[in-house]
C-alpha cells in the first residue's frame, strides 16, 4: 500500500533523510523508534507533503502511484493521515464542525449533517474517555497536552483513513491516556494500515506492532518484531548510534 524507496530529504540546508526504505501492507502496524534528530518526524511528515521538507531522490508511492509532487489535501483525499506531534490550535473552530467538515471532503457522496455526525462520534469519544462536551471547544484551544493527543487520535478514528500516520501520540501523557490512546490505537489495526513514531515502550503495552523499525542517522538500521523493542529498553540506541 505504502512503498518509500530511497528517500533522501534536507530541511534548512541540512540533510535529514539519507536514503529511507520502507513498505507497509493493508493493515500493518509499523513502529519507527530511534533517538531525537534520527530523522522519524521528517519521515512522516515528508509522506505527508510538508512542504517544509525538500525531497532530493527517491519516491514515495501509494497503490503503486507515484505521491512525491501531490499536494498534502490530495495525498489526504487519497487516504493518507497524519496526527500531529505538536498539534495547531484552531481558534474559534468548534472540534465537530472541523471533523465534520473533514469528513464531508473526503466523502462527498455520503456527506452527512451534525446531528447524525454526533451519533457517529459517539463511540470514538467514549473510547477515548471524552465527553460530548469536548466537541464544543475549540480545535485545541486551552486542550491540556494529552486532551490534544486525544483529539488528534479522535480524528483518526472519525475519519478512518487508509494510512495513517501518528508522530508521536504518547509524548507527555499520563498513564491512562497512555492506554487510552494506545487502546484505541489498536482497535483499528488490521482496519488500516499505520506508521506509528515513539520513543517509548510504554505505549506498546497496549499496541500490537507487526514490525519494529530504528532510525539513526537519517536511515532505517534495524527492523524486527517486539523483541526489538525489549532490546531497545535494555541497551538503548548507543550500539547503533556509534555503529
Known amino acids: 500500500m505504502l512503498t518509500i524507496k530511497q528517500l533522501k530529504v534536507e530541511a534548512g540546508g541540512k540533510q535529514i533523510l539519507k536514503g529511507v526504505d520502507l513498505a507497509v501492507k493493508p493493515g500493518e502496524l509499523h513502529v519507527l523508534m530511534g533517538p531525537n534528530g534520527s530523522g522519524k518526524s521528517t519521515l512522516v511528515q515528508t509522506i505527508m507533503g510538508h512542504p517544509g521538507y525538500s525531497l532530493t531522490s527517491g519516491t514515495i508511492e501509494l497503490n503503486g502511484q507515484d505521491i512525491t509532487s501531490l499536494a498534502p489535501e490530495k495525498r489526504a483525499k487519497m487516504g493518507l493521515f497524519l496526527a500531529f506531534q505538536y498539534p495547531v490550535t484552531v481558534a474559534g473552530v468548534p472540534l465537530q464542525s472541523f471533523l465534520r467538515t473533514a469528513w464531508n471532503s473526503l466523502n462527498p457522496e455520503s456527506r452527512v449533517g451534525p446531528l447524525m455526525f454526533r451519533k457517529q462520534l459517539g463511540q470514538p469519544l467514549g473510547q477515548l474517555g471524552l465527553n460530548e462536551d469536548f466537541l464544543a471547544r475549540s480545535v485545541n484551544e486551552g486542550f491540556s497536552g494529552g486532551e490534544k493527543k486525544r483529539a488528534e487520535i479522535l ?46 515502550q510504554r505505549i506498546l503495552q497496549f499496541v500490537e506492532p507487526d514490525f519494529v523499525h530504528v532510525m539513526v542517522g537519517g536511515k532505517i538500521v534495524r527492523s524486527g518484531s517486539t523483541e526489538l523493542v525489549e532490546e531497545l529498553e535494555t541497551y538503548g540506541y548507543h550500539r547503533y548510534v556509534t555503529a
Not at 498513564?175 to 482496519?191: F, M, P
Request: hydrophobic share 50%.
Open 155 to 200: 480524528q483518526l478514528l472519525a475519519l478512518q483513513p487508509k494510512i495513517a500516520l501518528i508522530d508521536e501520540a504518547d509524548s507527555g501523557l499520563d498513564i491512562d491516556s497512555v492506554r487510552a490512546v494506545g487502546e484505541a490505537i489498536q482497535s483499528v489495526k488490521g482496519q488500516m494500515a499505520i506508521v506509528l513514531v515513539t520513543h517509548y
